[in-house]
T-cell receptor, first 112, second 115 residues
Framework: DTGVSQDPRHKITKRGQNVTFRCDPI?????LYWYRQTLGQGPEFLTY????????KSRLLSDRFSAERPKGSFSTLEIQRTEQGDSAMYLC??????????FGPGTRLTVL | GENVEQHPSTLSVQEGDSAVIKCTYS??????FPWYKQELGKGPQLIID?????GEKKDQRIAVTLNKTAKHFSLHITETQPEDSAVYFC??????????????FGKGTHLIIQP
């Protein structure tokens, strides 16, 4: 499978714990995006990378969120001190240049 | 920032009929408009997109139209089939600096195809 992959697919955690998600983009895609989707809503943009550089961050990305793409390949999204409001589907997408964004299956986070 | 409005939120059509979903956007800098289909438990899947240098694009039973002046774009699905049942999202973004910025999505339309 050469699509975008995300790990884990599901994560249940207790309030206050830290969680980290991983995204592997389509090979050779230079742009990688993170989105958050809550039930019944469209995805909301969080941040994106061009190669290893983080180019834009949404105001939704609070201080508790951090994303990295250290070698311009896979990316991680970490949420520190999780809150119940962080419960959502976290989606990753990748693209090459001006071409379309391809989405992964998402990581569903539940904060108890 | 960009704001995308999408209507209707739910659309029920008879199998074989056509379905139309409409979106409006606010930022005149937006020039790329994709449509995604999302099935339960899956990530969004791109079904068609349009750039602002054209007014219409068609791919088999799916077409998208764009009115830049009115800042409207629409998705048209003809001869609907049961497998078209899903949630559809429109989105908008500017294409600048070597690629697309983050997409701004509408709230989605739940399309139900009645047999």
């Amino acid at each position: 499978d050469t699509g975008v992959s995300q790990d884990p697919r599901h994560k249940i955690t207790k309030r206050g714990q830290n969680v980290t998600f991983r995204c592997d983009p389509i090979s050779e895609h230079n742009r990688l995006y993170w989105y958050r989707q809550t039930l019944g809503q469209g995805p909301e943009f969080l941040t994106y990378f061009q190669n290893e550089a983080q180019l834009e961050k949404s105001r939704l990305l609070s201080d508790r969120f951090s994303a990295e793409r250290p070698k311009g390949s896979f990316s991680t999204l970490e949420i520190q001190r999780t809150e119940q409001g962080d419960s959502a589907m976290y989606l990753c997408a990748s693209s090459f240049g001006y071409n379309e964004q391809f989405f992964g299956p998402g990581t569903r986070l539940t904060v108890l | 920032g960009e704001n995308v409005e999408q209507h209707p939120s739910t659309l029920s059509v008879q199998e074989g009929d056509s379905a139309v979903i409409k979106c409006t956007y606010s930022d005149s800098a937006s020039n790329y408009f994709p449509w995604y289909k999302q099935e339960l438990g899956k990530g969004p899947q791109l079904i068609i997109d349009i750039r602002s240098n054209v007014g219409e694009k068609k791919d088999q039973r799916i077409a998208v139209t764009l009115n830049k002046t009115a800042k409207h774009f629409s998705l048209h699905i003809t001869e609907t089939q049961p497998e078209d049942s899903a949630v559809y999202f429109c989105a908008a973004t500017p294409l600048v600096g070597g690629g697309a910025d983050g997409l701004t999505f509408g709230k989605g339309t739940h399309l139900i195809i009645q047999p």
